[in-house]
């Protein structure tokens, strides 16, 4: 099992930036791959971006492309999600979340951290 800690949300403008973060601990060698989701006002959980072990290079939601970008810091257990130019729409509930070796979907979730954006 691995435990998953979000933080960096909070309030900002539209047009403005912040930077999430997400603490791994647990068994994360059995990780293959992490993300981010959020779940709007009233929405369900979407996806945002990940980054698979295997390689291939970072996937991004269309609506995210080119503003969001997800990073990993491999020895701290750390992924992180820098949001710019945010957007109203992208106020959310934001998850992190682990998928693991062998799954075919994400499975460890964290609580979520609130990402407000006002215009």
């Known amino acids: 099992q691995v435990s998953l800690v979000e933080s960096g949300g909070g309030l900002v403008q539209a047009g403005g930036s912040l930077r999430l973060s997400c603490e791994a601990s647990g068994r994360t060698f059995r990780s293959s791959a992490m993300g981010w989701f959020r779940q709007p006002p009233g929405k369900e959980r979407e996806f945002v971006a990940a980054?698979?072990?295997?390689?291939?290079?970072?996937s991004y939601a269309d609506s995210v492309k080119g503003r969001f970008r997800i990073s990993r810091h491999k020895t701290r257990n750390m992924v992180y999600l820098q949001m710019d130019s945010l957007h109203v729409e992208d106020t959310a509930i934001y998850y992190c979340?682990?998928?693991?070796?062998?799954?075919?979907?994400?499975?460890?979730w964290g609580q979520g951290t609130q990402v407000t954006v006002s215009s």
């Open positions: 980054l698979r072990w295997s390689g291939g290079g970072p």
């Open positions: 979340a682990s998928q693991t070796l062998g799954s075919s979907e994400f499975d460890s």
